[in-house]
């Protein structure tokens, strides 16, 4: 990867009033606003989690048809990254966000009502697809309203705030489905969902009228100009090493989801034993930890980039050591301590994924930004929607129900594979990158 300069894309040089500084107070409201989206967002995405259990009560379903749901709302979100992201440059983040929001809360009435699994899976389905629309966008807006330098800690204080999103859909969701029951509490998620559509098209622009400062690769800029085919501006974004190593970042950064949507409480409470108050502390914990390693991690790369790699590389391989632990464990049983630290591991690395977005961005000109983050994502969702099937599959393949601690070790060995082969590819990449310099 070449050193970085600055320049002004030809779209931003004329200015659109009304103008508004580059990291104002309105760029801060700007995406406060849309952040609180992506809060709402990853809430959906992470519901599951804690409700997987009351999913299997009320559909009458075992392991594998209960990871259907998650699978079909990833897979769609999945599906949907290089088109969401060729959309997000062409429509542009108000439009996107607003209509996301409007689906998702579609989606959850439709899931709120649901006795029967197709019901239900047209419900998780519609949520996939406004929340792939979601974070793509506001990365765009990130990119349109804050100076390149804040980049990576935006990037990281969204990804803090998704994290936050999971917390709410852990402890007090959980409380609303034991007070409410299951069509109230949904319900009342998809009313919120609507409600926040419209504060989103009130106050969100997509740019601040003022000339807008971007980091392009001297090596790519000199395509910055030449736009093509939707096809022609995937091979060209894909081409670069830039994407390639975000991807893969993202890919092995991104097994925390596989545990915070629907394994994690299943795994605490049936595999290891535990009482579900203290998997749910741990499940809160884990969400919590993105909250201030995300920030820290952000800061950090927006004002060392040189040492990105490095961090990048230490992060892969401590969390493929932590899974190597976790699958190998005499008797499967792991202590609650290594648990602990097995969920805060893997928290991290969530957190450190969205380091991922900095590379791609570093590397493609802004005009493809959308397009550069949904082929990024593509990364981390193929890891979760693989990681959540094939545990669902080994699970059921047990054929007792139980879920021991050894069903799991079992059940686990495919994502460990992944993200050890994932850290491997991400370190001979950005050892490459350093070398080329």
Known sequence: MK????????????????????GGRRAWTVWGVAALAYLIAFFHRTSLGVASLAAQQ???????ALS???????????????PGGLMADRFGPRRMIGAALVIMALGEAVFAFASSMPLAITGRVLVGLGDAMTFLNLIRLIAAWFPRRRF???????????????????????AGLHAYGWTKTFLGISVISAAMAVVVWLWVRNHPGAPVERS???SESSAESKKGSALADIRAVFGTRGTRTGLWTHFTLSSFTVLATLWGYPYLVKGLGMAPGAARLILTLGAATPMVAAPLLGWFAGRRPDLRGRLIISTVITLAVAWLVAITWPGGHLPVPLALL?????AVGSAASMLAFDLARDANPPERGGLASGIVNLGGFSLTITGLLTAGVLLDATGDGGYGP??????????????????????????RSRHSR
Request: aromatic content about 6%; overall charge positive.
């Open 3 to 22: 050193p970085a300069v600055l320049t002004v894309p030809a779209e931003a040089s004329a200015p659109r009033p009304p103008s508004h500084p580059l």
């Open 58 to 64: 009320r559909f009458g379903v075992g392991a594998t």
């Open 68 to 82: 259907m749901f998650v699978i079909l709302q990833l897979g769609v979100y999945l599906v949907m990254q290089i």
């Open 152 to 174: 990576a800690l935006l990037t990281a204080m969204t990804a803090m705030i998704g994290s936050l999103g999971q917390v709410v859909g852990t402890v007090p969701l959980s």
């Open 216 to 218: 392009i690769s001297l």
């Open 342 to 346: 097995l969920f805060l591991i893997n």
């Open 406 to 431: 050894v069903a799991f070790q079992v059940a686990f060995i495919p994502i460990t594979g992944l993200v050890v082969i994932g850290a491997v590819r991400v370190t001979l990449l950005l050892r």
